[in-house]
């Protein structure tokens, strides 16, 4: 009977909608799953998903909290491993949208033409574009300068990407080297991934680290023919 809910069938119950959901649920989403049983309350439910994390670890899988609620996802340890199950090639981002990407992280809010005074270059209205459509940025405001320029932020599926909880969480400036591509994610279960764009979330303290043969992308993406207003 409903009335009668263990602790273990609500553990049981919380697992299998987290292994079950395509993204991350929030503790107000799981707590929803019992909204007939009035004796079940947030506390009950967050006893069980701090339970399940301790019961996952040494596993393959773990249970994080990332900005919009708990997940379960692969630990960075065996991601070489899982990503081998991917045969399509994997996204590749280039040094100059990384670097646009961290700035914005670190210097939101932050106009594209500060961005370009700190990068020494252009910043290619498609690197925006595409920062914009993997909803890793936003425009959060407008500077009160002439021509009112487009602030940018980050926003909370940047957070979810890079396993964060909060920009709290950002490793220090001075423990990343330089940018690198991002690693492909992959979450559980394994749901219809977007078209040519694979990833696992990579561990908030990962150092980044650019690789040459990105250097190609970067001069293309930073072309002075780019410059749009």
């Known amino acids: 009977m409903i009335g009668l809910m263990d602790?273990?069938?609500?553990k049981r119950i919380v697992e299998a909608a987290l292994l079950a959901a395509g993204q991350p649920l929030s503790l107000v989403q799981?707590?929803?799953?019992?909204?007939?049983?009035?004796?079940?309350?947030?506390?009950?439910?967050?006893?069980?998903?701090?339970?399940?994390?301790a019961d996952y670890e040494?596993?393959?899988?773990?249970?994080?909290?990332?900005?919009?609620?708990f997940r379960f996802q692969v630990r960075q340890d065996v991601h070489p491993w899982v990503a081998r199950l991917w045969t399509e090639r994997q996204t590749k981002y280039s040094r100059a949208l990384l670097e646009t990407?961290?700035?914005?992280?670190?210097?939101?809010?932050?106009?594209?033409?500060?961005?370009?005074?700190?990068?020494?270059?252009?910043?290619?209205?498609?690197?925006?574009?595409?920062?914009?459509?993997?909803?890793?940025?936003?425009?959060?405001?407008?500077?009160?300068?002439?021509?009112?320029?487009?602030?940018?932020?980050?926003?909370?599926?940047?957070?979810?990407?890079?396993?964060?909880k909060s920009l709290d969480q950002l490793?220090?400036?001075?423990?990343?080297r330089d940018i690198e591509d991002l690693e492909p994610?992959?979450?559980?279960?394994?749901?219809?991934?977007?078209e040519g764009d694979n990833v696992i979330p990579i561990t908030a303290?990962?150092?980044?680290v650019a690789r040459e043969d990105h250097d190609h992308e970067a001069a293309r993406d930073d072309a002075p023919q780019e410059n749009t207003p």
Do not use: C, M
């Open 171 to 176: 490793p220090p400036l001075a423990e990343i």
């Open 58 to 69: 040494g596993h393959g899988v773990e249970l994080a909290e990332v900005a919009s609620g």
């Open 7 to 10: 602790n273990a069938q609500i």
């Open 30 to 53: 799981l707590h929803g799953l019992f909204a007939d049983n009035e004796a079940i309350g947030t506390d009950a439910v967050a006893q069980v998903l701090h339970e399940l994390q």
């Open 185 to 194: 994610q992959l979450d559980l279960p394994a749901a219809a991934p977007v």
């Open 101 to 164: 990407l961290a700035l914005i992280a670190y210097r939101q809010p932050i106009t594209r033409a500060e961005i370009e005074q700190i990068r020494g270059v252009a910043v290619s209205t498609n690197i925006i574009k595409t920062l914009e459509e993997r909803e890793w940025i936003r425009v959060v405001g407008h500077r009160d300068v002439p021509g009112k320029p487009a602030l940018f932020g980050t926003t909370r599926q940047f957070l979810d990407y890079f396993s964060l």
């Open 205 to 208: 303290h990962a150092t980044l």
